[in-house]
């Protein structure tokens, strides 16, 4: 079974108000994330191995590889994607209550947490990714990635929050100004209640 685009949970201009346009979602999720799913998809056609594979399993299965580096590639790009659009929201840069809470426990303090996630997502050289993931000890940590590498892959625990640091995610509203683009999305963007629901 192909993998596929999935749809977002929100329309294409929703997120200009909080500083992401239109533009940036329809370059953005209709272009390149659109592109790696179809390379994707290609590379499993070709490749018996991989046939009936989650997008899990690819990613374990090929991370570090440089022989199937492109398989690794599109797959980490797309489930790295997937939850970076749950990542947004219209009504985002609300902290509800337990993540707070979660958040103060394990970093100090909210202003802690958002500075270590900006360090981690402004010094990422490059291409990449910044994420705050729940670890296998019960506490959050801020993380940060190359390329399409991610917390699947690293086994570095469960995603809570992912931002995409790729200069195609932030170019058209920020140019180059990633620091920017971070605050924002720490602001207006963020959608810590999907945050929390990773709790569990």
């Known amino acids: 079974m192909a993998f596929e685009l999935p749809s977002l949970p929100y329309s294409l201009n929703a997120l200009a108000a909080n500083g992401m346009s239109q533009e940036t979602l329809e370059l953005h999720h209709g272009k390149h994330h659109q592109a790696y799913v179809t390379a994707l998809n290609g590379f499993v056609e070709k490749n018996p191995e991989l046939q009936g594979k989650s997008l899990e399993e690819i990613i374990k ?22 939850v970076f659009w749950q990542n ?5 840069g609300r902290i509800p ?19 270590q996630f900006k360090t981690a ?3 990422q050289f490059g291409s990449g990714w910044a994420w705050l993931v729940l670890g296998s000890d019960g506490k959050l940590k801020v993380t940060k990635s190359p390329n399409g590498v991610n917390p699947v892959a690293t086994d570095e625990g469960k ?7 790729w200069e195609h995610s932030y170019y058209v509203d920020f140019r180059n100004r990633r620091p920017d683009y971070v605050q924002n999305y720490l602001d207006k963007l963020a959608n810590y209640e999907f945050a929390e629901a990773q709790l569990g």
């Open 159 to 165: 995603v809570l929050l992912a931002l995409d640091v």
């Open 61 to 82: 299965a090929t991370y570090n590889k440089a022989d199937v580096a492109p398989v690794f590639n599109n797959a980490g790009q797309h489930w790295n994607h997937i």
């Open 97 to 115: 209550t337990r993540l707070e809470q979660k958040l103060v426990a394990d970093f100090g303090s909210v202003d802690t947490f958002k500075e």
């Open 88 to 92: 947004l929201s219209p009504n985002g």
């Open 121 to 123: 997502a402004t010094t």
